[in-house]
């Protein structure tokens, strides 16, 4: 299975349980297939308008089968809660949908094999606001490296979607609580808040 056959599945799906379903099923990465506990399809709550994109599930994930629940997700979750945003009410995904063993970086051809389930994603939420946590989900909407402190603090379009750049929660926690990157997410989380208040009214 390939990303042709990914994406002819992926576009078959009408909504999100049938696209988590059909995901579930996908061996297109032999290595990934044969380590994982369990496929991350993501979460999306009805009418959603913020979308949260990470790279990969951790092992937390990898257990439950639910994006950002380790101690990424309850620093995202307290960020969140920080600047208004309720979780609960916000749709969250990742560049790839299965545990990279010893949460490795995803590999080229594991983000391409994978790219239709979330391309499908994104048409199924049609979120107002995109937030991309970390490289890989900066890379995958723009097609090549790029660097956060860069491409973060302010709005971007690509493809008539809006995109904020931030940093991944795990590099907050690795930089601790005085680095750079917990100041900037916290900042692009506010961002985030302000924007989608400005874009609904």
Partial sequence: MNALVNGAAAQRCADW???????????????????????????????????????????????SGVP??????????????????DRAAVAVANVVKCRPPGNRRPTPAEVQRCRPWLTRQLELVEPVLTVLLGGTALSWVFGRPAQVGRMRGRPHVVDGRRYLASYHPSAA???????????????DLALAAQLLTALSS
């Fill in 68 to 85: 950002f629940v380790g101690r990424s997700g309850a620093l995202l979750d307290r960020l969140l809660a920080e600047v208004g945003l």
């Fill in 173 to 187: 926690i690795r930089f601790g609580p005085n680095g750079a990157p917990l100041a900037s997410l916290r900042s």
């Fill in 17 to 63: 349980p049938a696209l988590a379903g059909a995901v579930r099923g996908c061996i297109a990465c032999p290595e990934l297939a044969a380590t994982r506990r369990t496929v991350v399809a993501g979460t999306a709550p009805a009418g959603a308008a913020l979308l949260l994109i990470g790279e990969a599930p951790g092992a937390a994930e990898d257990a």
